[in-house]
């Protein structure tokens, strides 16, 4: 049912039009904006799980291009000009994941608020007050480590796109040569990148284990 669910969303939001929409239609199928939250959160931790993988694939390419020794320059232009196009697709996957988290958390929260005044109990409202401080901190750190992984992405994109460009204009084997004394940072660059991954994936595993 999840899976299914998750499937519709982006259908409903544009059928929808607005977020309150939205929201009320997936409170027919059964999920809370907690519950699109947790799908949210776990969409981003896959989706940084996946850009770890290309943008390792990238390095791995890359390193191999350094090391060129005979054979069709083209086809190594291609090969990396098509990882570092993969890894711009993987880069706005992870972004988009991380805005989507940041709109249903904002969301979720204000929802919370404005219900702490609808208790006649005063002893749950500062019970769920209380939850409500904890889960907001903790998110906090979460969306921290998110944004902070995501800006690690950057310097290798950025390097990578030179690369190309440079490659693309100098298809030659002396080209190969200038490109070998930029290995060392990227390699830098994308261990500090999958570094910080792995921070936000352990964050997001343990928001989700608050939230379960």
């Known amino acids: 049912m999840r899976t299914f669910t998750v499937l519709l969303l982006p259908l409903l939001l544009w059928l929808g039009g607005c977020e309150s929409t939205y929201y009320a239609a997936m409170e027919k199928v059964g999920l809370e904006k907690r519950d699109i939250l947790v799908d949210r959160v776990e969409d981003a931790r896959d989706a940084q799980e996946d850009a770890q993988e290309q943008f390792t694939t990238a390095l791995e390419r890359y ?20 990882e570092y196009e993969a ?11 991380i805005g989507a988290i940041e709109d249903v958390a904002g969301d979720l929260f204000d ?51 030179d690369n190309v460009l440079y490659l693309k204009h100098n298809l030659n084997a002396s080209a190969i040569g200038a490109l070998q004394g930029e290995l060392g940072s990227i390699r830098a660059d994308v261990d500090r990148l999958v570094a910080e991954m792995n921070t936000a994936i352990a964050e997001s595993n343990a928001f989700l284990a608050t939230l379960d």
């Not at 060129?68 to 090969?79: A, C, I, K, M, S």
């Not at 993987?90 to 972004?95: D, K, P, T």
């Open 111 to 161: 929802e919370w608020e404005d219900e702490l005044a609808q208790y006649s109990s005063a002893s749950l409202r500062r019970d769920s007050e209380a939850k409500l401080r904890d889960t907001r901190r903790r998110y906090e750190q979460l969306i921290a480590a998110m944004r902070r992984a995501e800006t690690r992405m950057d310097p290798v994109l950025d390097a990578l796109r």
């Open 63 to 82: 390193s191999a291009l350094v090391d060129f020794d005979g054979g069709e320059l083209q086809e190594v232009y291609e090969d990396l000009n098509d």
């Open 87 to 97: 890894s711009e697709a993987a880069a706005e996957r992870v972004r988009g994941r």
